[in-house]
């Protein structure tokens, strides 16, 4: 097969440009909208359209196989709905924060396991956009708008998952070269990956914030080692694997920004990334609202649709409002991240909201459905295992709450 560029969203990059930030102007960042502009629209329903052609009738299959959906995400890279992240000097669209959330929200409601392996390639990208060399990005983020690869962000470990400072993945210099050494947990796109970002420990005796350095691993490297897939709970559809490296040799023009830097780098990717699990959080919470509403409208009890019982109506209601409140928030850290504010407090809100709301709503749907829900030739009982991953991923609900409450503690000190 011959891959062309992403012509579809190129189209409506020239014709008025999701690429141009005319539409966050300063005048225009003084105003309240709420209105998405004639450009994400389009995206939108771009998005949308190959959601429902694409994603939503082959979701089941997937979920039930644990087939990873190399097809899909293949189509996903021709219309461009994938590497939305890469900047435009790199090959890419260059895409605001809250387009590539209008994209995460839309595919998330076909299968939020098939979107975390698409989006999996932008939390790999973002530590290696903000920084990475000039060569570096042209090698690595260039080849990925070239064809339909995927990456990884190599980070979490068997004993590392919140405990990011505990990671023990060491990196030593050994001339022009390091050597990697150290076992890898959770992978997502592991073993689908090109190149991994890793972050490994270079001094074994500084404080967190300068013991870890990022660099670049090509997949093919001597010494990986990739381990099975994982059976999971949900969002089976997504490629989970454990990686180990053992003295891979990786040259020093492949470091990620300055040594020592690695910590700074990989968490600032999640100012960019939780936004966008959020919104794929509020694609999930809306599907399983959209199932309750239907079913409840088709559904008879006592001589009229389950809808229409106050017990059943009052849930639908509050599912309504939690995917709304949500994306409010998600709309909210995106426009933040796009216009240079700090958006790590509201990142962490949106996070932590919306994937609780998911959980919450596709509960509330398997209630719905009652005994059909608990069925697996329903969709709702899917939407309920695939939630619960997003409480856990990109920092747990806990860790969000850490954060919260420290910047909020913080800031009243300070009188703010």
């Known amino acids: 097969m011959i891959f062309t560029k992403p012509s579809a969203l190129r189209a409506i990059s020239r014709a008025g440009a999701l690429t141009s930030k005319k539409h966050f102007s300063a005048s225009a960042a003084a105003r309240i909208s709420f209105a998405l502009t004639p450009e994400q629209l389009e995206l939108q329903e771009l998005a949308r359209n190959f959601t429902a052609k694409e994603i939503t009738p082959k979701a089941a ?16 890279w021709e219309v461009g ?15 605001d924060v809250l387009d590539c959330a209008i994209i995460s929200e839309e595919m ?3 299968c939020s396991g098939i979107q975390t ?38 980070v979490t470990e068997p004993i590392a998952g919140s405990d990011v400072a505990g990671i023990q993945t060491k990196a030593v210099k050994k001339g022009n070269s390091w050597s990697i050494t150290g076992n890898k947990m959770w992978i997502t796109n592991g073993g689908k990956a090109n190149w991994y970002f890793v972050l490994a420990k270079t001094d074994p005796n500084a404080n967190a914030g300068r013991a870890f350095t990022g660099f670049i691993v090509d997949g093919n490297s001597a010494g990986i080692t990739v381990g099975k897939k994982e059976i999971n709970m949900g969002q089976r559809a997504s490629d989970t694997r454990g990686i180990s490296f053992e ?28 936004p966008l699990v959020a919104s794929a959080a509020v694609g999930l919470a809306r599907r399983a609202y959209d199932e309750a509403m239907s079913y409840a409208n088709e559904r008879k009890t006592m001589g009229k649709p389950i809808a229409e019982h106050q ?20 709309y909210k850290t995106s426009w933040q991240r796009d216009n ?31 005994g059909n829900g608990f069925n697996s030739e329903y969709p709702v009982e899917k939407l309920m295992r695939d939630a619960k991953i997003f409480m856990i991923y990109e920092g747990t609900s806990q860790i969000q709450r850490l954060i919260i409450s420290r910047a909020l503690i913080d800031a009243a000190k300070k009188g703010q």
Do not use: W
């Open 117 to 154: 392996a698409a989006e999996a390639n932008g939390l790999a990208e973002a530590p290696v956009i903000i920084g990475a060399s000039d060569a570096l990005k042209k090698k690595y983020l260039g080849r990925m708008t070239e064809e339909p690869l995927m990456c990884a962000y190599c």
């Open 247 to 274: 003295d891979v040799e990786v040259p020093d023009e492949n470091r990620v920004g300055d040594i020592g830097k690695g910590f700074s780098l990989a968490m600032g990717a999640f100012d960019t990334t939780r």
């Open 311 to 330: 017990a059943i109506a009052f849930m639908l209601a509050d599912m309504a409002i939690g995917v709304e409140a949500a994306r409010g928030l998600v």
């Open 340 to 370: 240079g504010e700090r958006n790590t407090l509201v990142a962490s809100m949106a996070k932590a909201f919306a994937s609780e709301v998911a959980n919450k709503n596709a509960a509330d749907a398997v209630q719905i459905f009652g």
């Open 81 to 95: 709905l994938l590497n939305t992240h890469v900047p435009q000097e790199y090959g890419g669209l260059g895409l």
């Open 108 to 110: 998330a409601y076909g």
């Open 61 to 76: 299959h997937h979920d039930r196989t644990g087939e990873y959906p190399v097809e899909i995400l293949k189509k996903a």
